[in-house]
């Protein structure tokens, strides 16, 4: 018993110690329809040194990139932005309406509940490079209308 506490204590170091230099927070993809080519990623990036979110990848998607919404003669458009600022201490939102992964030429459907891996790579003041993995679970579209979502099943409800 001992030790399996003291492996479990490594592990939890050790995971502590592979932490990033940036903090990554909520990570989500948004559902798709069948047939649907293209769909977003969002998270919270906060950096805890200047840093820059430069490239992005995921298996489930042909291309991915970084994007950015913006009115345009009134109109809103998304665009390919090189990279992604991250001021030190400041936290960044993806988000539906703002920045976001752009995740284009998908392999198959993206549905509710899956988890899709996203590989984030940072670039930091001196140049060096970063490589995260996160695991963003896929949420239906309605999810960008809020974080409410359905009430969990009555758990207290025994028969
Ligand atoms: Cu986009």
């Known amino acids: 018993m001992k030790y399996l506490i003291s492996i479990a204590l490594i592990a939890a170091s050790a995971g502590a110690l592979a932490q990033s230099s940036v903090e990554i927070k909520d990570p989500w993809v948004r559902a798709t329809v069948a047939q649907q080519k293209a769909t977003g990623a969002f998270m919270q990036l906060t950096a805890k040194a200047d840093s820059k979110l430069v490239e992005i990848k995921s298996p489930v998607a042909g291309v991915a990139e970084i994007h950015e919404m913006a009115m345009d003669n009134n109109v ?44 984030l790579v940072f670039e930091g003041k001196d140049g060096k490079r970063e490589t995260v993995e996160v695991k963003a679970p896929v949420k239906p579209i309605a999810a960008m209308q809020g974080m409410a979502g359905k009430p969990a099943p009555a758990a207290g409800h025994k028969h």
């Open 76 to 119: 809103m458009k998304m665009r390919q932005v090189p990279g992604l600022a991250l001021p030190a201490g400041q936290p960044v939102e993806l988000k539906p309406g703002g920045y976001h992964v752009m995740l284009q030429d998908l392999k198959a459907q993206v549905k509710e509940g899956d988890v899709v891996p996203v590989t």
